[in-house]
């Protein structure tokens, strides 16, 4: 039997001679209209999204011999999980892939930050030296506050910690490994409250679920440090942005370095474009020629195991395979 996997996002091309060197032929490869999207899945075994792709109810009902649906990165917000269950159809993803470029894009931009690298950077190409208006802070013997404390968060403590700062995570999930790292850095394990009365920067790291959806918004913004600034890295639907640009036009935030939106690209109006305290990457996290190539390889492993072996990885909705008979 030929399985076929459509890939209808924008994909390291070693995913697909991995997929072509297994037998699997594979669909696609680079960015598709929806339309065409669900005009392919109905004839394919599998899927290999990534952000681009959303994987909804109406996907799914077009999919009618769908088995898996592999999210070539670590966030599974654009999947409808409780449908792909429903459906019996395995959701896995590529946590270990992203892990290294998004922690140094999360360090790279809290230097940007502390320093007012960008703004210094246009002040002088525009013929202005000014070393007067871009006084900054220094990272040493500052407490970053990290929320969320999984692959990334701990990606980022590791760093954090040889410029010498104070580490706080938090994290409803805590797990052997969460404690390991955050005794090695000499940090602590807290609750969310302690975490947004301590930090001088906080960085966002936690997967989007309808309980964090929005967990940064006026009265958790209230609860933070005057001066805090504020690294996101991670999905845009944690902050309330309306809430965000208001603190940092009144100066309770100092700054914030915003890598990810509620909306992408954020539409023109976005309340937090034009703030002079905001430094704005679009959603660049991953975006590292090492770190494409390990999620798409992964993800491209993860098929063939799953469909020519029965082994699977990294499965978000474990129950489906729970139901399925040995």
Request: charged residues 20%.
């Amino acid at each position: 039997m030929t399985y076929r996997v459509l890939i209808p996002d924008s994909l390291d091309p070693s995913a697909l001679n991995l997929l072509a060197e297994a037998g699997i032929t594979a669909i696609g490869g680079g960015q598709m209209a929806r339309s065409e999207v669900l005009s392919a899945v109905a004839e394919v075994d599998a899927l290999i999204v990534r952000s681009a792709t959303t994987v909804d109810a109406e996907l799914l009902a077009a999919a009618l011999r769908l088995r898996l649906v592999v999210r070539a990165g670590v966030g599974v917000d654009n999947v409808d999980l409780e449908e792909a269950t429903r459906r019996s159809v395995v959701v896995m993803n590529t946590p270990a892939g992203n892990t290294i470029a998004a922690a140094e894009h999360t360090l790279a931009l809290m230097l940007a930050l502390a320093r007012h690298i960008p703004a210094a950077h246009a002040a002088l190409q525009a013929g202005r030296w000014d070393r007067r208006a871009f006084m900054g802070v220094e990272l040493r013997g500052k407490t970053l506050g990290i929320i969320g404390f999984g692959r990334v968060g701990q990606a980022v403590a590791r760093r954090a910690a040889v410029f010498g700062m104070r580490i706080l995570a938090c994290d409803p999930h805590r797990t052997p490994q969460m404690e390991q790292v955050i005794a090695e850095v000499g940090g602590q394990l807290v609750d969310l409250e302690a975490l947004l009365t301590q930090a001088d920067f906080i960085s966002l790291h936690a997967t989007l679920t309808a309980e964090t959806r929005g967990m940064i918004n006026a009265r958790t913004i209230a609860r933070m440090k005057r001066g805090v600034r504020l690294i996101n890295t991670a999905r845009g639907a944690l902050i309330v942005e309306a809430d965000l640009a208001e603190a940092l036009r009144s100066g309770h935030v100092a700054g914030a370095a915003v890598d990810v939106y509620s909306e992408e690209p954020p539409p023109a109006d976005h309340p937090l474009l034009g703030l002079p305290n905001v430094v704005h990457t679009p959603h660049l996290a991953a975006s590292t020629f090492e770190a494409q190539t390990d999620v798409a390889t992964e993800a491209a492993q993860l098929v063939i195991d799953a469909l020519l072996r029965g082994e699977y990885r990294n499965v978000v909705n474990p129950e489906v395979l729970a139901g399925r008979k040995p």
